[in-house]
């Protein structure tokens, strides 16, 4: 074949290959990058860039683990993507590890928009089911669910009535997870759309908090609102009122930083102060929007806050009955795009897994050693070196009115 029909025909092929991975979520037919890196590269080459990509966890490799084979089995059975790692700390000669097991699901909703919204939760339900027992088999101690685990993502069509599954902090949702924590002996994070019963019916974007007990510990509210392109979600709910809460529970310090807040440094920074060790970050986000920031930002959280970070993501195209507009100029659409999954989490050693498939369901444990924490903080002494007398001087400003920013002026630049 001549290098002409050679490149004609590549070109097809790669343009094919976009195409598929387009419709149905895939990288080049892979589940993930990490995924398609080692199916390219030679064993050597892809050690390498691992290490480059997802960094060494108390110098080594991040370690893989193997889970029980019902874990396995359900996996197998219900087709949806399955791993664990685990990150380890120094070892003290003061302190023992502290060691907890922690795990991610994300998900595709269950039945079309257009079904009766009882159908659509409850089939939710049953969807997360095996899942959830996995975790519970698996011996997972902490569990997060995505952002509005329990319905579509419907802050995008701006219609009123999806108010409707909006449900009270100890509603059905919270009901339904309270009978797994009490099985499993374990911590569960539950995303809602939550209604304020008590204020007025106010509609929130709510973290219910389940003790291993099947309490509720406690909640929070979404410090900020998404207002870009498609995501219109103040028409349903505003900005949090609960500060930045850190929950102890029988693992550890615990903390939500639901979606958007994770793009707010100072908002990550909170959840650092007040002593998490923990924080969630249930997301709903499409690839056109934020993929490239997706591995960034968790990381950097982690990094500058001494924190682990557990992001999940949805998976799935979710198309609507009636088409909307963003009002950017573009013709109106039935769909968001792709919410690309890929759930992982992060260390504040820098280190963190691969990501979960960026088009299955699926579900990410990771043992940690919460020593790491402290160990980081000894190491690098952020928090010591920190001028937050002058970072809270400059804001006490900033917020004024009359604010001028600090700029000296070149006097010879008119000049």
Same mark, same amino acid.
């Given at each position: 074949?001549?290098?002409?029909?050679?490149?004609?025909?590549?070109?097809?092929?790669?343009? #094919?290959? +976009?195409?598929?991975?387009?419709? &149905?979520?895939?990288?080049?037919?892979?589940?993930?990058?990490?995924?398609?890196?080692?199916?390219?590269?030679?064993?050597?080459?892809?050690? #390498?860039?691992?290490?480059?990509?997802?960094?060494?966890? *108390?110098?080594?490799?991040i370690e893989t683990i193997s889970l029980p084979e019902p874990a396995k089995v359900l996996s197998s059975k219900h087709d949806f993507d399955l791993?664990?790692?685990?990150?380890?700390?120094?070892?003290?000669?003061? +302190?023992?590890?502290?060691? @907890?097991?922690?795990?991610?699901?994300?998900?595709?909703?269950?039945?079309?928009?257009?079904?009766?919204?009882?159908?659509?939760?409850?089939?939710?339900? #049953?969807?997360?089911?095996?899942?959830?027992?996995?975790?519970?088999?698996?011996?997972?101690?902490?569990?997060?669910?995505?952002?509005?685990?329990?319905?579509?993502?419907?802050?995008?069509?701006?219609?009123?009535?999806?108010?409707?599954?909006?449900?009270?902090? &100890?509603?059905?949702? +919270?009901q339904y997870l309270q009978d797994f924590a009490r099985k499993y002996n374990m911590v569960i994070v539950s995303p809602i759309l939550e209604r &304020?019963?008590?204020?007025?019916?106010?509609?929130?974007?709510?973290?219910?908090?389940?003790?291993?007990?099947?309490?509720?510990?406690?909640?929070?509210?979404?410090?900020?609102?998404?207002? @870009?392109?498609?995501?219109?979600?103040?028409?349903?709910?505003?900005?949090?009122?609960?500060?930045?809460?850190?929950?102890?529970?029988?693992?550890?310090?615990? =903390?939500?930083?639901?979606?958007?807040?994770?793009?707010?440094?100072?908002?990550?920074?909170?959840?650092?102060?007040?002593?998490?060790?923990?924080?969630?970050?249930?997301?709903?986000?499409?690839?056109?929007?934020?993929?490239?920031?997706?591995?960034?930002?968790?990381?950097?959280?982690?990094?500058?806050?001494?924190?682990?970070?557990?992001?999940?993501?949805? @998976?799935?195209?979710?198309?609507?009955?009636?088409?909307?507009?963003?009002?950017?100029?573009?013709?109106?659409? =039935?769909?968001?795009?792709?919410?690309?999954?890929?759930?992982?989490?992060?260390?504040?050693?820098?280190?963190?897994?691969?990501?979960?498939?960026?088009?299955?369901?699926?579900?990410?444990?990771?043992?940690? &050693?919460?020593?790491? *924490?402290?160990?980081?903080?000894?190491?690098?002494?952020?928090?010591?070196?920190?001028?937050? #007398?002058?970072?809270?001087?400059?804001?006490?400003?900033?917020?004024?009115?009359?604010?001028?920013?600090?700029?000296?002026?070149?006097?010879?630049?008119?000049?």
């Open positions: 074949m001549a290098r002409n029909e050679e490149e004609i025909e590549r070109g097809s092929g790669e343009a #094919e290959a +976009t195409e598929n991975s387009l419709s &149905d979520g895939s990288i080049c037919g892979f589940d993930s990058l990490h995924s398609l890196l080692r199916a390219s590269l030679s064993p050597q080459a892809f050690q #390498e860039v691992s290490r480059m990509l997802l960094g060494l966890n *108390c110098g080594k490799e791993q664990a790692f685990r990150f380890h700390a120094d070892k003290e000669l003061l +302190t023992e590890p502290q060691m @907890v097991r922690v795990g991610l699901i994300q998900n595709s909703i269950a039945l079309a928009t257009t079904a009766p919204f009882l159908d659509q939760k409850r089939a939710i339900f #049953e969807k997360l089911k095996p899942i959830i027992v996995a975790a519970g088999a698996s011996g997972v101690n902490i569990l997060c669910l995505q952002e509005f685990w329990m319905m579509p993502f419907v802050f995008c069509t701006r219609e009123k009535r999806w108010c409707e599954f909006a449900e009270p902090d &100890d509603g059905e949702s +919270t &304020d019963v008590k204020h007025g019916e106010t509609i929130w974007n709510t973290a219910v908090i389940i003790g291993n007990h099947g309490n509720i510990i406690g909640k929070h509210r979404k410090n900020h609102v998404t207002r @870009v392109g498609d995501f219109n979600e103040s028409t349903y709910y505003m900005e949090g009122n609960t500060g930045h809460p850190v929950f102890e529970t029988a693992y550890g310090r615990i =903390a939500v930083n639901i979606c958007y807040g994770r793009h707010h440094p100072l908002n990550c920074l909170a959840f650092g102060l007040n002593g998490a060790e923990i924080v969630f970050n249930p997301a709903a986000t499409v690839g056109e929007l934020s993929e490239p920031m997706w591995p960034i930002e968790a990381r950097n959280a982690a990094i500058a806050n001494s924190y682990f970070v557990g992001s999940i993501n949805r @998976v799935g195209t979710e198309i609507f009955p009636n088409p909307f507009t963003s009002g950017d100029g573009k013709p109106q659409h =039935a769909d968001l795009g792709h919410f690309y999954g890929s759930s992982h989490f992060s260390a504040p050693d820098a280190s963190c897994t691969p990501s979960l498939s960026r088009y299955r369901d699926g579900l990410i444990i990771s043992d940690m &050693d919460l020593n790491l *924490c402290r160990q980081l903080k000894d190491k690098w002494g952020f928090w010591m070196s920190a001028r937050y #007398e002058m970072y809270a001087k400059l804001l006490a400003r900033y917020i004024m009115p009359d604010f001028e920013p600090q700029v000296i002026s070149d006097p010879l630049l008119h000049k």
